[in-house]
């Protein structure tokens, strides 16, 4: 069983910036990991992904704002958001696949006050 532990969620204003971590409990140098965020209301939607490699890729409303990262000496992906909006508060999940199976963490709060 994989755990995934997403931190670094809270309330912010409107242009400021948090960084998400998320903490696999396995190695995970060789896995493609994402973020994923769900408002109150709305469906689940892809975030941010990097593969194994390093190659990352953004929904439209975050580019130029949101950067992901990986450390995998430390098991850990990050998101540094910046520049928040309101339109960003949702509960942001890290996901990842590991000998088959897909995990998801337990979600960190995101608010963004206007």
């Known amino acids: 069983q994989v755990q995934l532990v997403e931190s670094g969620g809270g309330l912010v204003q409107t242009g400021g910036s948090l960084r998400l971590s998320c903490a696999a409990s396995t190695i995970f140098r060789a896995n493609s990991m994402a973020w994923y965020r769900q408002a109150p209301g709305k469906q689940r939607e892809l975030v941010s992904s990097i593969t194994n490699d390093g190659t990352t890729d953004y929904a439209d409303s975050v580019k130029g704002r949101f950067t992901i990262s990986r450390d995998n000496a430390k098991n850990t992906v990050y998101l540094q958001m910046n520049s928040l909006k309101p339109e960003d508060t949702a509960v942001y999940y890290c996901?990842?696949?590991?000998?088959?199976?897909?995990?998801w963490g337990q979600g960190t709060q995101v608010t963004v006050s206007s």
């Open positions: 996901w990842g696949t590991f000998f088959g199976a897909t995990y």
